[in-house]
């Protein structure tokens, strides 16, 4: 009877594959999903002939696993959960393991892991990014939760995961932290990849406007800059979307797309995190913001009309431009990273995580939507140095911005003096000029707190707290 190495509840989409991706690596997977019909088509469909336990209960599906038992849910995130939790519990023992490899917030993954491990259970919670392809042929996978449970999941889960290295032998799935570690290097990685896909639309924007050129032109662009050091998933999309055509119209398919963003809230929850542990994200926030603003295109429509817009003025010729363009996108995606692995840093110290920034680095080198060469520079830059203050101090990153800022100015420059709105650019650089400044207005703002409020300030001259009596002639 006891005869599945794991079972896996929930089959949309990602579940399913995730089933068969397992089972393609030599072992039987026992499967259930509320609507048990879903069940059956998967037996009899494309899972016909593999080593599949159909189960019609979840009493069914856990006597049918192999102690201690594993059990994936593969469920909506949210309620779902706790409610697929609670049915579960009266059927295991202890010791037995539930992981939840949906899109949960880890705060819930945290709660899970304490409320299941005073019960004597073990629970993961496991960020699985990759889409559906990901889970079929190997997602990157970011596992948290009870860590004496990683060891009974390790082989499988590092089985399915992505591969790479010079022998496609490295797994993007390697052991985050306790309890909402995994979750919350999830969030993040969505995060990030909401900062890449805005500054590559910004570099769009950018030739699409002030360069005139077509979308194939641009998609021409992206095909070179995959070629180098902006190689990566994003970039590549970006370069076959550019050169497809809409078969109704023969026109390239992005310019009858309306532009009006949605989201899904994973952007939205690293910034609302950031601002509650107090470390600047602005590329990423930016991206959320521009999401948000895009939405508003009844309004946006309605003001362009009204409102001024300065005189164009841009006679840059392509051939300086483009690298321009270029190295702002490389310098702003640094910086967006950056930014990203100072929120990890302050997460592991808030949270109690024992993070390694190299090995999360390396877990979104392969099978996630981040995916690119340039992640295995950012771990090569803390195995150097693990304790690296921040990513653009590595001098690998330090170089390659001391190189690319006079571009990078150009194209924020030349973009702001035309009315081209670059968020993600533009904030990306204000950071960099913030975090390397020694001096900033903030003795101004010091003083006005302490004026309004008696908030009190510090001197550069003498240590202690002073409050100036500002209405004192
Ligand atoms: P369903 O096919 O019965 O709707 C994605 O929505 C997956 O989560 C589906 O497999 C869905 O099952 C499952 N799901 C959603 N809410 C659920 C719940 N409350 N309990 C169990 N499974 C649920």
């Not at 009974?152 to 590092?158: A, G, M, N, S, V």
């Not at 985050?176 to 909401?194: L, R």
């Not at 190299?358 to 979104?364: V, Y």
């Not at 803390?382 to 690998?396: G, H, Q, S, T, V």
Request: charge should be neutral; proline fraction near 5%.
């Amino acid at each position: 009877m006891a005869q599945a190495d794991i079972g896996l509840i929930g089959l949309a989409v990602m579940g399913e594959n995730l089933v068969l991706n397992m089972e393609s690596r030599g072992y039987t997977v026992a499967v259930f999903n509320r609507t048990t019909a879903k069940v059956d088509e998967l037996i009899q469909g494309r899972g016909k002939g593999k080593k599949l336990v159909g189960t019609h209960s979840l009493k069914e599906l856990v006597g049918a696993l192999k102690s201690p038992r594993k059990i994936m849910m593969m469920v909506k995130a949210g309620p779902a959960v706790d409610d697929l939790i609670d049915q579960l519990v009266p059927f295991l023992d202890k010791g037995d393991i539930l992981i939840d490899g949906g899109n949960s917030f880890f705060p819930d993954s945290i709660r899970r892991t304490k409320a299941l491990e005073a019960k004597g259970f073990r629970f993961l919670g496991v960020g699985v990014s990759g889409g559906e392809e990901g889970a079929l042929k190997g997602p990157s996978i970011m596992p948290g939760g009870s860590t004496s449970a990683w060891p009974e999941l390790k082989p499988i889960f590092q089985a399915i995961a992505a591969k790479v290295g010079p022998n496609n032998d490295i797994p993007c799935c390697e052991w985050v932290g306790s309890d909402g570690a995994g979750h919350y290097v999830k969030m993040i990685h969505n995060g990030i990849e909401y900062g890449d896909m805005q500054l590559i639309c910004e570099a769009y924007f950018m030739m699409k406007v002030l360069l005139k050129m077509s979308a194939p032109e641009i998609g021409e662009v992206f095909a070179e800059w995959y070629k180098g050091p902006l190689n990566s998933y994003l970039i590549e999309i970006t370069r076959d979307i550019l050169g497809k055509k809409d078969p109704e119209t023969g026109k390239p398919i992005v310019d009858i797309i309306l532009d009006r963003a949605g989201q899904k809230g994973t952007g939205k929850w690293t910034s609302q995190n950031a601002m509650d542990l107090g470390v600047p994200i602005p590329t990423m926030m930016e991206a959320v913001v521009a999401r948000s603003l895009s939405a508003m295109k009844d309004e946006r429509v309605a003001a362009s009309t009204r409102l001024p817009a300065p005189e164009m003025n841009f006679n840059i010729d392509k051939a300086k431009f483009l690298p321009a363009i270029h190295d702002a996108l490389y310098a702003s995606k640094i910086m967006s990273y950056a930014q990203g692995f100072q929120l990890l840093r302050a997460a592991a110290t808030a949270y109690n995580w024992d993070l390694n920034y190299g090995q999360i680095a390396l877990l979104w080198r392969g099978g996630c939507i981040i995916r690119a060469q340039f992640l295995e520079d950012i771990k090569k830059a803390y195995d150097a140095d693990p304790k690296l203050a921040n990513l653009i101090l590595a001098p690998y990153f330090t170089d390659v911005i001391g190189k690319s800022q006079a571009n990078w100015r150009l194209a924020v420059a030349e973009a702001s003096k035309n009315g081209i709105a670059i968020p993600a650019f533009s904030s990306a650089l204000s950071y960099y000029d913030q975090y390397r400044s020694a001096s900033l207005p903030a003795n101004l703002l010091q003083a006005q707190r302490d004026y309004f409020g008696a908030h009190t300030y510090e001197r550069v001259d003498k240590p202690g707290v002073f409050h100036t009596e500002w209405l004192q002639a």
